[in-house]
Antibody, heavy 114, light 107 residues
Framework: EVQLVESGGGLVQPGRSLRLSCTVSGFTLSDYTLSWVRQAPGKGLEWVGFIRSKANGGTTDYAASVKGRFTISRDDSKRIAYLQMTSLRAEDTAVYYC?????WGHGTLVTVSS | DIQMTQSPSSLSASVGDRVTITCRASQGIYNYLAWYQQKSGKPPKLLIF???TLQSGVPSRFSGSGSGTDFTLTITSLQPEDVATYYCQKYNSVPFTFGPGTKMDIK
């Protein structure tokens, strides 16, 4: 059974960093492009970025709103994808989902506030 | 970047109604368009990809059509469990932008 489980969310002060994890099971992480999508409270979905499958080079792309601040990586041996977030802002407050398009985790809430 | 719009932003319909939601891209995206359903407090669920291909397990009352810039999601006979917000998403090139969503409820 395919599962994606996010973790690492919490309350963080503006300007600080936080790393989210997405632990997968039921499939080989490197075989798939994995995206991060976020949803601010009461708002719509926003694509954050993705890491391509190994076959497609394993490269990353990001939304303009997070480029230069967020980094996506993965550890295939641990079956974990990461979203490293730096210079966090209040507007980064959201539930963060990892997704393989057909499968989604349940999300982890990040709150950026002093 | 290509912008995605949806209409209407909200709609209320009766059980059994035929419902159509429109998604428009500011430039052509071929058929690289997905539709998602998101129920309150839950992650999104993929309904349709490739503009018209029904994801496995999704009821056949859902269908998608369109290509280029104009797309539609149709529910042929609305059911109470279809209360949700529906999003389109382009995935032909980055950024993989979502539409703003259409909130659907039952009259």
């Amino acid at each position: 059974e395919v599962q994606l489980v996010e973790s690492g969310g919490g309350l963080v002060q503006p300007g600080r960093s936080l790393r989210l994890s997405c632990t997968v099971s039921g499939f080989t992480l490197s075989d798939y492009t994995l995206s991060w999508v976020r949803q601010a409270p009461g708002k719509g979905l926003e694509w954050v970025g993705f890491i391509r499958s190994k076959a497609n080079g394993g490269t990353t792309d990001y939304a303009a709103s997070v480029k230069g601040r967020f980094t996506i990586s993965r550890d295939d041996s641990k079956r974990i994808a990461y979203l490293q977030m730096t210079s966090l802002r209040a507007e980064d407050t959201a539930v963060y989902y990892c997704t393989r398009m057909t499968f989604w985790g349940h999300g982890t809430l990040v709150t950026v506030s002093s | 970047d290509i912008q995605m719009t949806q209409s209407p932003s909200s709609l209320s319909a009766s059980v059994g109604d035929r419902v159509t939601i429109t998604c428009r891209a500011s430039q052509g995206i071929y058929n690289y368009l997905a539709w998602y359903q998101q129920k309150s407090g839950k992650p999104p669920k993929l309904l349709i990809f490739g503009a018209s291909t029904l994801q496995s397990g999704v009821p056949s009352r859902f269908s998608g059509s369109g290509s280029g810039t104009d797309f539609t999601l149709t529910i042929t006979s609305l059911q109470p469990e279809d209360v949700a917000t529906y999003y389109c998403q382009k995935y032909n090139s980055v950024p993989f932008t979502f539409g703003p969503g259409t909130k659907m409820d039952i009259k």
